[in-house]
Antibody, heavy 121, light 107 residues
Framework: QVQLEESGGGLVKPGGSLRLSCAAS????????MSWIRQAPGKGLEWISH????????KYAESIEGRFTVSRDNAKKSLYLQMNSLRVEDTAVYYC??????????????WGQGTLVTVSS | DIQMTQSPSSLSASIGDRVTITCRAS??????LGWYQQRAGKAPKLIIY???SLEYGAPSRFRGSGSGTDFTLTINGLQPEDFATYYC?????????FGQGTKLEIK
């Protein structure tokens, strides 16, 4: 069955860096876009990025562009989020998702359990 | 960016009730809309895609409708497990924006 498991979260100081990983299983990762979506404590969902199956197409939300970088390694069935210049407002649970696409429609059909990133001095 | 606005922000209802949540897009998105359910402390789960298609495994009491800019999620015959927060998300363009959420609570 499809499973996504994030790791790498933790406490980091403002201006610091962190790298999140998402290990996928149960499907061919190269066939799917994947996304990162975050949720600040007590707040709603914020889409921050997605990457195509081949890794050649990447989109970012304005709030993280230039600071965060998404990449993937299909041989390792893994998705990554390199986060630099972290700010207090980046504190959130970070989810990786699989994007199911067909006939132009796309939806986040599987989600990991999330990993908490806390940015605080 | 496309703004997604949900109403109400919170809603109290009883077991067995029918409830409706609305989602409005700031511009035309055809039927590129999904609905997600998030129970407390859990990851969100897809329940409706393409505005009106029921996700495999989601109960048939969930119904999505709408196109263009106005969408609704209706739950017929609320069950205890339905008390959660619901989000809409557009997939018409990037960034893939979400509504602010509707928290459904037990009356």
């Amino acid at each position: 069955q499809v499973q996504l498991e994030e790791s790498g979260g933790g406490l980091v100081k403002p201006g610091g860096s962190l790298r999140l990983s998402c290990a996928a299983s149960g499907f061919s990762t190269s066939d799917y876009y994947m996304s990162w979506i975050r949720q600040a404590p007590g707040k709603g969902l914020e889409w921050i990025s997605h990457i195509s199956g081949s890794g050649t197409t990447i989109k970012y939300a304005e709030s993280i562009e230039g600071r965060f970088t998404v990449s993937r390694d299909n041989a390792k069935k893994s998705l990554y989020l390199q986060m630099n210049s972290l700010r207090v407002e980046d504190t959130a649970v970070y989810y990786c998702t699989r994007v199911r696409g067909y006939s132009g429609y796309e939806e986040e059909d599987y989600w990991g359990q999330g990993t908490l990133v806390t940015v605080s001095s | 960016d496309i703004q997604m606005t949900q109403s109400p922000s919170s809603l109290s209802a009883s077991i067995g009730d029918r409830v409706t949540i609305t989602c409005r897009a700031s511009q035309y998105i055809s039927t590129y809309l999904g609905w997600y359910q998030q129970r407390a402390g859990k990851a969100p789960k897809l329940i409706i895609y393409a505005a009106s298609s029921l996700e495999y495994g989601a109960p048939s009491r969930f119904r999505g409708s709408g196109s263009g800019t106005d969408f609704t999620l209706t739950i017929n015959g609320l069950q205890p497990e339905d008390f959660a927060t619901y989000y809409c998300q557009q997939s018409y363009s990037t960034p893939r924006t979400f509504g602010q959420g509707t928290k459904l609570e037990i009356k």
